[in-house]
């Protein structure tokens, strides 16, 4: 899977990249200890590259450092947490 830079803006609640001139994202909003993971995405064109698990990945990289659970309202991120048993410490 192809790496890209994986931008965390804080101030938007969201994880960026721009691959192509086009932007992808990952929001989220903090309540409390929960980062509740709310929308990606990825342009259509971009479909099928990996983008949004990179996102994702960074977002519970994230959430693991600074002990946050994840409530996944997100359907990707949703089915992204089953797919990877790893994060399943993370559910909130």
Do not use: W
């Amino acid at each position: 899977m192809p790496n890209h830079l994986i931008h965390h803006d804080a101030g938007r609640s969201r994880f960026e990249t721009t691959v192509d001139g086009m932007q992808c994202v990952a929001d989220y909003r903090l309540l409390g200890q929960t980062m509740v993971m709310t929308h990606t995405y990825v342009p259509p064109q971009l479909e099928g590259r990996g983008i949004a698990a990179e996102l994702v990945s960074a977002a519970m990289d994230h959430a693991r450092q600074n002990d946050y659970k994840v409530d996944p309202r997100c359907s990707y991120v949703a089915a992204y947490m089953r797919r990877h048993p790893e994060t399943q410490s993370l559910h909130a």
